[in-house]
T-cell receptor, first 118, second 116 residues
Framework: GAVVSQHPSRVICKSGTSVKIECRSL??????MFWYRQFPKQSLMLMAT?????????EQGVEKDKFLINHASLTLSTLTVTSAHPEDSSFYIC??????????????FGPGTRLTVT | AQKVTQAQTEISVVEKEDVTLDCVYE???????LFWYKQPPSGELVFLIR??????QNEISGRYSWNFQKSTSSFNFTITASQVVDSAVYFC?????????????FGTGTLLAVQP
């Protein structure tokens, strides 16, 4: 149980185009999903917290107009990188919190999406 | 403020050696959770353990053991008889109790290389 999927696992796009990454909780409902970014040899940096049916909460320094997050259902959140540039190349990881685990802080992580912008 | 410090950036050991990964945390909350995750080269985070602040008992799971000491705000992780498959980046993380949107605060990670 508690499986989170991400699609695509790898994507290469040209500078100036937009890329959408999907995060799905496969066997549980998640009111809250999180999006992280990880540069090579660095830790995970929280980008935003996504709540189903409401606007995402972005961390300081993260451009909300560049990283569009939509959490339309209890099992799906999407991150769209708009007008991507080479500096957006990174490993993007989502996580989801089970409705039943709201007190424990446990998050289930997706396998990540490696974005390369050329 | 909450903070997690993993002072060891990289550790290299030879197979079958024991190795301890250090984690020191800071928080003003009295109720919190601590985690360890493994990130192999594939990138996917693997959950290893969750410990709440009220449970200071050490835990052992196979070759893995964890030492939680509130007095020193540490939550160290020991791998006994290390194997090549243990090579990965290990992250310690902290979150406070309660609320659906509480965030995980990650340490900077420790890269463990186990040589054959």
């Amino acid at each position: 149980g508690a499986v989170v999927s991400q699609h695509p696992s790898r994507v290469i796009c040209k500078s100036g185009t937009s890329v959408k990454i999907e995060c799905r909780s496969l066997d549980f409902q998640a009111t809250t999903m999180f999006w992280y970014r990880q540069f090579p040899k660095q830790s995970l940096m929280l980008m935003a917290t996504s709540n189903e049916g409401s606007k995402a909460t972005y961390e300081q320094g993260v451009e909300k107009d560049k990283f569009l997050i939509n959490h339309a259902s209890l099992t799906l959140s999407t991150l769209t990188v708009t007008s991507a540039h080479p500096e957006d190349s990174s490993f993007y990881i989502c996580s989801a919190r089970d409705l039943g685990a709201s007190g424990t802080g446990e998050q289930y992580f997706g396998p990540g999406t490696r974005l390369t912008v050329t | 403020a909450q903070k997690v410090t993993q002072a060891q950036t990289e550790i290299s050991v030879v197979e079958k050696e024991d190795v301890t990964l250090d984690c020191v945390y800071e928080t003003r909350d009295t109720t919190y959770y601590l985690f360890w995750y493994k990130q192999p080269p594939s990138g996917e985070l693997v959950f290893l353990i969750r410990r709440n602040s009220f449970d200071e008992q050490n835990e052992i799971s196979g070759r893995y053991s964890w030492n939680f000491q509130k007095s020193t705000s540490s939550f160290n992780f020991t791998i006994t008889a290390s194997q090549v498959v243990d090579s990965a980046v290990y992250f310690c993380a902290l979150t406070f109790y309660g609320g659906a949107t509480n965030k995980l605060i990650f340490g900077t990670g420790t890269l463990l290389a186990v040589q054959p």
